[in-house]
């Protein structure tokens, strides 16, 4: 009976430790990546241009990483800008939109099990070092025509196809003047209504700041749903599982920055990257030099600088001309990564 009893525990043990391995190998939990991009001094700039002609500027200029876009409806395969951005020694933030572009915002996905398989295959083959899905999902005008939860659930699918591959994840990256909002709107809901108004004074170009007055100042509609939206949007990212949490800013007021920050980080439990970084109606090469250094003492592992002139209302401006040379803004950015890295 002695004998027998022993045989009976050995086998419960080795029957239980066959179901412990089967239970590990099939982890139900998504993966815990670490929210820095490696040691500390480790270069986190990158940049994006117009197209994949100019890449190979972005090594020049010293950067990491490079900015790239791919639709999911219409994926075929290849995108030559992330092929050049490869073949030039830089790592991919990839953003992947579902379909829009050429000012036409993005509808959800209809099919998840399709959209699924896309994006697994875009990961498979250029293996970013983040992906990023959609672009200023707060802005249904130009890049997202869906609902805050619709995005969530966009974001979500993205990123356990992202987590599967071992890749890290990044919600689109709400637009700069939609940040300074909810900071200021943050101030305010702690009784800081003189701070919230010097921030909004202190971030928001002159043109903006008196739209906002003539609105009716944050108590008018269009701040107040922007408010609402941005609210949900920023409850939702950490529970879909983005690892990061992507922003877009073209202030040139560095404490400014360092409040976004730390308010953004609060609010969402998540580490701060910018895929988009740039200058609007100027090209002064001091705020280039005082945002990096911001962004470095920040440590913030991912900034991606937007280098292309766009006309009209934002007015962003690029770090080179058209023919490739680099202007005294793109010169201060080359000189301050050589300085540094």
């Given amino acids: 009976m002695k004998r027998l009893f022993i045989a009976f525990i050995i086998v419960a043990l080795v029957l239980l430790g066959i179901v412990f391995v089967r239970r590990a190998g099939r982890s139900t939990t998504p993966p815990t990546f670490p929210r820095t991009n490696g040691e500390s001094g480790q270069n986190p700039f990158g940049v994006m241009f117009a197209n994949s002609a100019k890449v190979p500027i972005a090594k020049e200029l010293g950067t990491a990483y490079y900015r790239s876009t791919v639709f999911v409806e219409s994926w075929d395969g290849t995108c030559a800008e992330c092929d050049a951005a490869i073949s030039n020694g830089l790592k991919l933030i990839l953003t992947i939109r579902n379909n829009g572009g050429r000012g036409q915002p993005t509808t959800p996905p209809t099919d998840y099990a399709a959209f699924k398989n896309t994006v697994g295959q875009i990961i498979d083959r250029y293996k970013p070092e983040v992906l990023v899905v959609e672009n200023e999902e707060n802005s249904a005008t130009l890049f997202y025509a869906g609902t805050a939860s619709q995005y969530h659930e966009e974001l979500r699918v993205a990123c356990e196809v992202a987590h599967n591959k071992g890749i890290n994840c990044a919600n689109g990256g709400p637009v700069s003047s939609f940040v300074v909002i909810m900071v200021a709107n943050g101030y305010k809901e702690n009784g800081q209504d003189a701070k919230a108004e010097d921030y909004l004074k202190r971030t928001l170009r002159d043109d903006l700041y008196q739209q906002y007055q003539k609105a009716g100042g944050f108590g008018s509609k269009l701040i107040q749903d922007q ?85 009209g209302y934002g007015g962003a401006r690029s770090l080179l001309d058209s023919d490739g040379t680099l202007r005294p803004n793109g010169q201060a950015f080359k000189n301050f990564i050589e300085d540094n890295f």
Avoid at 257 to 280: I, Y
Avoid at 285 to 294: F, H, N, R
């Fill in 227 to 311: 408010v609402s939206k941005g609210k949900e949007l920023l409850s939702g990212y950490k529970e879909a599982g983005s690892d990061y949490i992507n922003f877009h800013w073209y202030v040139a007021d560095t404490d400014a920055l360092g409040e976004a920050v730390a308010f953004l980080e609060k609010v969402t439990g998540l580490s701060a990257m910018s895929n988009e970084v740039g200058q609007q109606r100027n090209e002064d090469p001091e705020q280039v030099t005082s945002l990096m250094q911001k962004f470095v003492d920040l440590e913030i592992p991912y900034v991606t600088w937007f280098s292309v002139d766009v006309s």
